[in-house]
Structure formats: structure tokens, C-alpha cells
């Protein structure tokens, strides 16, 4: 399944099954035991530490991660619009396999160049 994760898209293969393999290194907590809600604040927790560490989330990281926001949510998207203060807010999508799949092969290079009209281009 075709995910993504802030700018870039990411496959991820049988995310319920790579959730249960991954959750205790991930630190979330038993997911069985998670709502949406708890998932979302989870990744979005993990994102703004990462902005304030300036340490980028390592790509497998990524994929946990969005296991999670698949599994508990059922949307294929995310995306961080940080705030002026306290934390960013989290924006949840469905975007198109087709749109996800263009956007991976031709919005690659450009993606991390402006995140902004990236997210928007591959929402459209």
C-alpha cells in the first residue's frame, strides 16, 4: 500500500502485520489497545520532536509509523502543518493509488524542495 508521509510516498506491505512486529520499538504502546485519536497524537508527537531535534525520521521509523496511521485510521496520507505555537496539526487523507503513485515517480526531486505545493499537487 502506498503511503505518504509528510513528502515523500512510502510502500508499505501488510501494515496490520508490520504494526504487530513493530510496535514495541516504536514505543506506541499496544496499538490493540489505541484509538485513531491515539495513533494521530502519536505520530505527530514523534514528528515535532524530530523538528525541534532537527534530526530527520529514518525512513523504516517512517514506515512504522505509518502502519500505525493506517491500521488505526484507515487514511493513506499525512501530513504536519506546523504551528507558531504549541504543537503542529495533523491532517489525515485519502488520496488516490493512481495520485500516490504519479506523485512518487515524477514529484520525487521536487517534493523536498517545498513540501507545501508538493502535499497540495498529490491532495488534488
Sequence with gaps: ???LFID???DIELPEVRL?????????????QMRARDAVEF????????QTDAIAIDSETAKDIAALIISKTGANAVQFVP???GP???RLS????EALEAFRVHGGSRMAE??????????A
Excluded: Y
Design 8 to 10: 515523500h510516498v512510502i
Design 83 to 85: 504551528r507558531i505555537s
Design 20 to 32: 504487530q512486529k513493530c510496535w514495541r520499538k516504536l514505543g506506541c504502546g499496544d496499538p490493540r
Design 43 to 50: 505520530a505527530r508527537a514523534v514528528f515535532d520532536q524530530s
Design 1 to 3: 500500500m502506498l503511503f
Design 114 to 123: 517545498n513540501r507545501e505545493s508538493a502535499w497540495n499537487w498529490s491532495a
Design 88 to 90: 503542529s496539526e495533523p
Design 94 to 97: 485519502t488520496i488516490s493509488n
